[in-house]
């Protein structure tokens, strides 16, 4: 079983999470917008299922693809241990470029 990180670590994968912050979409769309063949969209598209980024449903013959935010919001409490570093280091580049370039 794939993780919400793991799942996300592809870039066709991240496009396609990108994709869906828009709203749902049917599979053609990606096989339209991604440089990469329709099974391999496909695959990509499983794997996102099994991580629990996307949803699917049927709509006569058509599949359409919804994002799932709760493996993202799981994602974003882990990484919210780390953004202490980012953090620092930003105020510390910011108040080095105050000094540096007084406005």
């Given amino acids: 079983m794939h993780t919400a990180l793991q799942a996300l670590s592809d870039p066709h994968r991240m496009a396609i999470v990108s994709m869906l912050a828009d709203g749902e979409r049917p599979a053609g769309d990606f096989v339209d917008a991604l440089p990469i063949a329709q099974p391999t969209v496909s695959k990509h598209l499983s794997v996102l299922r099994e991580a629990g980024l996307v949803t699917v449903r049927k709509d006569a013959q058509r599949r359409l693809y919804s994002l799932n935010p709760a493996p993202l ?3 974003d409490a882990w990484l ?24």
């Fill in 73 to 75: 919001a799981e994602l």
């Fill in 80 to 103: 919210a241990r780390y953004r202490r570093f980012w953090t620092d280091r930003l105020d510390a580049l910011e108040a080095h470029l105050d000094k540096e370039f007084p406005q």
